[in-house]
Structures are given as structure tokens and as C-alpha cells.
């Protein structure tokens, strides 16, 4: 019986798929719950699902577009916010002409896929190929009866997501694609899905205003952000004839404040030397051509050069703008020549007073470059700023793994190794000068890196969430530590003998910048994750909390046991302070102290190693790997 329900859903769901796109399903709205809840007129591409009253599940229908191949996945999952760590997925898959769905979900920071153990809540599947378009249709149960805490139940509002990679050896590999929708679905009352929620901070993709023009790859060409039919900016642009071609921009804007929102033409995906038309609003607004050096922009003379047709309005915080614009203006080379392809670039930010403030957000730009003579679609990715990978890569080396080690190295393990020396030094020394050293270099190398990203000290950072707002004072922070960094080891210059009278006041201020460069090294590391320039993934920001609270935790654990230690031989507080810092007075012997630490502070010194090493290597790959990933 099921088995020719199924071969009846196949074929309707293959018969709305024509040449790639997928036809608009009536059902839609009435019966069935789908997204995109709507489609253009002339289809959805890539992907679109559907589903059901089907009893006590619901039945979901797939469809998606995928690259050739026999060795691929499709997924959706479900999600109670919009990124991916703790979703609940189905998962269809084709390895070698053999096709299967499974239950699975992401594992708590998003890294990792794991199919389930079984395929409870799920039944009736069935997966079909036509070329390079796969329909998979199953049923998903509702509520699960079973504890089964991957299983999410469909009663409650839940964000939809959809990706698809590559098989390899039978596990799935990391998507090559993923979209989120921004808005929640009532998957239960398929007349009315969208919930219409706001979104997490986490969301993929900001606003969501603006709607996608059906128009877009018909009659026009277009580039957006949009996730379904949801977008926070839409460019559009059509050939009018050899001379002129005529633009469109939509984009989120904040209420009442004059903003500017501008697209750029650049041979690469680096912002700098490039062609750019802004449209500014300012009580009016206003539409200008203008070009980038280095990050400074410039309008051209007169401003309003090459552009016909200009006009523009802002509803709703929904900036719109059209114009014409010249393809190409003879002796002018900061007016590029759009008759020959481009990648494209878009920015909005703040203008103050009358002034183009820089964009506030990362601005995103076309994966490939665009042919604006076409009807073509681009869609956006996001920025990438090596340097900044590579300034912040270089402070977590520098403070999360060497700090760290030099300072612990410092405060517990200079009784060890008492008859060894390296190089006339003594052990400890010199594993904390070389961790030090180390540590100025890093930094120092870090700091120019950044000055030389930005052009020079600048506070204006990047925050698309205002409640990140703290985040602003990471180059403040930044800026003290390269100070202390560099008076710690200066004063080093003037240390009296191990004897002196005078030792102590060097130990402690030695000790007070060191510590305080640590500590503010470390908030300023939390601080970067939250910056849009950083573009990490959610789960960087909880990693970069994480490893100076296990720094603590081991201190406390190795001074809670010292404490203990000290009790039991007698030793007091005072005596403790004297030694403090220097481990040449003579009040207890090497071998006495080096019985007390021992082996357990040397056990303590690997697990430091080891966490703050895998601390820092899993903040590098997470700023390796970004945000949308």
C-alpha cells in the first residue's frame, strides 16, 4: 500500500521539477507547509520542501539541486535558533547508486555530524534521482515518545535548514553549502508557517526586509544576501542597451538615521582601487559615483558623473535607490567599464553629519565576477581579512599558549630542577624568558600587522550587534597590552640582585604587569570574537571564555595543594612571601621544596601544556574557518 503512495508522491514531486527548477506547489499555504513559502513565477532553484499532516508525523518532501556525482548528502535539519550546534537532521544520502535517510544531529559545537542509533520517528522513505535533482520524501514523527533528546519535537517554533556535501569512505564530509531560514516555522499550521520571530544574534545574515525580486535571473540580473525569499539587500540591474544599464539597490538601513548604502566594482575580492556608486540619505536621497584608495572613499567630480535616472526613497527602514549608469566613460579610469565583468561588492554605514562614516558592517561580495550585461545571479559571502586572521592568530600563540606556560613555569616550577642550568641559567628561567620572548615577539609582530590592516589606529571596529557593544574597547585593550608587553621586560634592565633590599619592589611590579597583561590579554581575545571583522562561528566566542577559566582552575588546583603541603610541614604565610619570586634565598632547602611540588606540579605543568596548547589550536582553526561555516 505504502509503497504506491510513495511512487505517487515521487512522481508529483518530480513532475514539479522542469529543467533544474521546481515548479510552485499549489498546496502550498493550504495544505502544506513549504519553503520558500513562495517561490518566483518562474520556480524555485536549488531547493525547496513541503510538508504534511500525515497522523502523528508529518510528511516532508525534498527536493534539491546538487552537482554530479554519486557520492553526495542532502540534509534538513531543525533548529531551535539559527546556527548549527545542537540541531536535530534528517539526512538523505546517494553513495554508489544506493540511496538512504537517516536520523542524526550536530553535536553541541556545531563541528561534527552523527547519525543516530536508530531510525526511530522515522518511516515511509523513499529517494529519487532525475539528473542532478534529488527528491527525498519521509515521515517525520511529531513528538517522540521515547527519550530521545536529538529528536526534536515539531510542536514548537524551529528555524529550517538545508545543506549538502560530499560522501567519502561513508561519512559525510562538511557541506559545501548552507542556508538557514531567518524566521521560525509553525510546522504544525501549514496555513500560516512563519512565525515570524526575531532572530538570534546568531543569525546568518542581518535584517531581512527586503524581498526577493521574481524578476531576478528573467528579466534582470541580481545579487543578494537572501535566505529563501528573505533578504537585507537586493541589487538588481538591467541591460537597457550598450551605453546604459539600469540599477536597483534594496537594503536594510536603521530607522531614523541617515545612512549610505553603496556598491562597489573591483577586479578581486579586496576592498581598494575600486568603482563606486553610493546612495546617500541625508533627509533626501541622494545618488553619487566615487571611488575607493586604499580604504578611504572619494566621490568623483562632479559627484553625480556617469548616473541618469537617479531617484530613491526610504520605507519602512527599507532604502531603495535606482539609477542608470553609464558602462563606461572615456578617459576616466575611476569610472570602471561595466561591459566587461566585475567582482561586486556591497557596504552600508552611518552618515555623520553629512559625512560617509565607514560601514559599520563587513561587507559582502559576489562569489564570482558578474557579467552585468546578463541576467546573472550571484549570491554574497562575506569579507575575508587575512591580515586580521593573522593578527589574531599570532596574540593566541603568543598569550593563551606561552603566557600562560611562562607564567605558570614562573610561579610554581622554580624549585624544580635545582641542580640543572641551560646555558648557565636555571631551568625554569629559561623555559619563562624563552616563553616571554617568544611572547613579545608575537605581539610586537601582531600589533604592526593590525596597524598596517587598518591604516593606523582606528576605534571604529565593527559591530553589527548592539549588544556587543563592549567589543568596541578590544583595540584600547589591545593597546595596553603591547604597552605592559614591552615595560615588563624593560624593567627587567634595572633588577637588583636576588639580596637587595630593593628586590622585592621589583618583584612585585614584575609581577603586577606581567599578570595584568595576561589578564587583559585575555579579555581582549574574548572581546575579537565578537567583532564582524573576526567572522568566527558562535562556538569561538565560548572557547576563547573557556581557556582562561581553566588557566585559574589549574592555579587554584596546584595552590590549594601547596597549601596543604605547607600545613603539613609547618611552613608559614610569611615565610611563603619571603621566598615569593626568588628562588635563591635559603630559608628552605631545593630539595625540600622540590619534594613538596614534585611530581605533581610537574603533572600539572603537562596538563597546562596540553589544554592551552588545544585551546589555542582550536581558536586558529576557528578563525580559519568563519562565521557561515
Not at 531551535?80 to 537532521?89: A, E, G, H, L, N
Not at 542581518?206 to 535571473?217: E, K, R
Request: aromatic share 10%.
Amino acid at each position: 500500500m505504502w509503497t504506491a503512495v510513495r511512487i505517487v508522491i515521487l512522481t508529483i514531486a518530480q513532475s514539479q521539477v522542469t529543467d533544474g527548477v521546481i515548479l510552485p506547489d499549489s498546496g502550498c499555504g493550504a495544505t502544506k507547509g513549504c519553503y520558500p513559502e513562495s517561490c518566483p513565477v518562474n520556480g524555485c532553484s536549488d531547493f525547496f520542501v513541503s510538508w504534511e499532516d500525515a497522523g502523528d508525523y508529518l510528511r516532508f518532501v525534498m527536493t534539491f539541486e546538487i552537482s554530479a556525482g554519486d557520492n553526495t548528502w542532502v540534509a534538513l535539519a531543525f533548529s531551535k535558533d539559527v546556527s548549527m550546534p545542537d540541531s536535530s537532521v534528517v539526512m538523505c544520502r546517494l553513495e554508489g547508486g544506493a540511496t538512504s535517510i537517516e536520523m542524526g544531529h550536530t553535536n553541541a559545537m556545531g563541528f561534527s555530524y552523527a547519525s543516530l542509533s536508530s531510525n526511530y520517528g522515522l518511516q515511509n522513505t523513499a529517494v529519487s534521482r532525475n539528473g542532478t535533482l534529488v527528491v527525498c520524501s519521509f515521515d517525520r514523527i511529531k513528538n517522540a515518545t521515547q527519550t530521545e533528546a536529538q529528536i526534536f519535537d515539531l510542536d514548537q517554533p524551529l528555524h529550517l535548514m538545508h545543506g549538502q556535501g560530499d560522501i567519502a569512505s561513508g561519512n559525510p564530509q562538511y557541506h559545501s553549502s548552507r542556508f538557514v531560514t531567518s524566521n521560525t516555522f509553525d510546522l504544525l499550521n501549514v496555513t500560516q508557517p512563519s512565525e515570524g520571530t526575531t532572530n538570534s544574534p546568531t543569525t546568518v545574515q542581518p535584517g531581512g526586509s527586503v524581498t526577493l525580486d521574481p524578476a531576478c535571473g528573467v528579466t534582470k540580473g541580481c545579487f543578494s544576501d537572501c535566505q529563501g525569499p528573505s533578504c537585507s539587500v537586493l541589487v538588481t540591474w538591467m541591460n537597457v542597451d550598450d551605453q546604459n544599464i539600469d540599477f536597483e539597490i534594496s537594503a536594510d538601513v536603521p530607522a531614523g538615521s541617515d545612512s549610505w548604502v553603496a556598491i562597489g566594482f573591483s577586479d578581486d575580492k579586496s576592498m581598494g582601487s575600486d568603482s563606486v556608486v553610493a546612495c546617500v540619505t541625508s533627509g533626501v536621497v541622494s545618488v553619487q559615483t566615487g571611488y575607493n584608495t586604499g580604504t578611504s572613499y572619494g566621490s568623483l567630480t562632479p559627484d553625480n558623473l556617469g548616473l541618469t535616472s537617479a531617484s530613491g526613497s526610504v520605507v519602512n527602514s527599507v532604502l531603495n535607490c535606482k539609477f542608470t549608469r553609464k558602462t563606461n566613460i572615456t578617459g576616466e579610469p575611476s569610472f570602471f567599464d561595466i561591459r566587461e565583468n566585475w567582482h561586486l561588492f556591497f557596504a552600508r554605514g552611518p552618515v555623520v553629519p553629512g559625512n560617509l562614516r565607514k560601514h559599520t558592517q563587513t561587507p559582502i561580495v559576489s562569489e564570482g565576477t558578474v557579467d552585468f550585461l546578463s541576467t546573472d545571479l550571484q549570491n554574497a559571502a562575506k569579507l575575508s581579512y587575512i591580515l586580521v586572521k593573522v593578527h589574531g592568530s599570532l596574540m593566541v600563540v603568543a598569550w593563551v599558549l606561552f603566557s600562560s606556560i611562562g607564567i605558570f613555569v614562573a610561579r610554581y616550577l622554580k624549585p624544580m630542577w635545582p641542580n640543572s642550568t641551560i646555558l648557565g641559567q636555571k631551568v625554569w628561567f629559561q623555559i619563562h624568558r624563552t616563553c616571554m620572548v617568544t611572547v613579545f615577539v608575537l605581539t610586537a609582530a601582531s600589533f604592526v600587522i593590525i596597524f598596517i590592516e587598518v591604516g593606523g589606529f582606528s576605534d571604529d571596529v565593527g559591530i553589527s550587534d548592539d549588544s556587543h557593544k563592549f567589543a568596541t574597547y578590544h583595540p584600547f585593550f589591545g593597546i595596553v597590552v603591547m604597552a605592559l608587553t614591552v615595560i615588563n621586560p624593560f624593567i627587567t634592565l634595572f633588577r637588583c640582585a636576588p639580596g637587595h633590599k630593593r628586590r622585592p619592589i621589583f618583584n612585585f611590579y614584575h609581577w603586577f604587569f606581567g599578570t595584568s597583561a595576561h589578564v587583559i590579554a585575555a579579555v581582549t581575545i574574548v572581546f575579537a570574537m565578537y567583532l564582524d571583522k573576526s567572522n568566527v562561528p558562535p562556538s569561538a566566542k565560548y572557547i576563547a571564555i573557556s581557556y582562561p577559566c581553566v588557566f585559574v582552575f589549574l592555579d587554584l588546583v596546584l595552590e590549594i595543594y601547596l597549601l596543604i603541603k605547607k600545613k603539613k610541614s609547618g611552613q608559614t604565610f610569611d615565610l611563603e612571601l619571603k621566598r615569593q619570586g626568588d628562588d635563591t634565598l635559603p630559608d628552605t632547602s631545593p630539595s625540600t621544596d622540590n619534594q613538596e611540588r614534585g611530581p605533581f606540579a610537574k603533572v600539572m605543568l603537562g596538563i597546562q601544556i596540553v589544554s592551552m596548547a588545544a585551546f589555542a589550536v582550536i581558536l586558529i582553526v576557528l578563525l580559519a574557518r568563519e562565521e557561515d561555516d
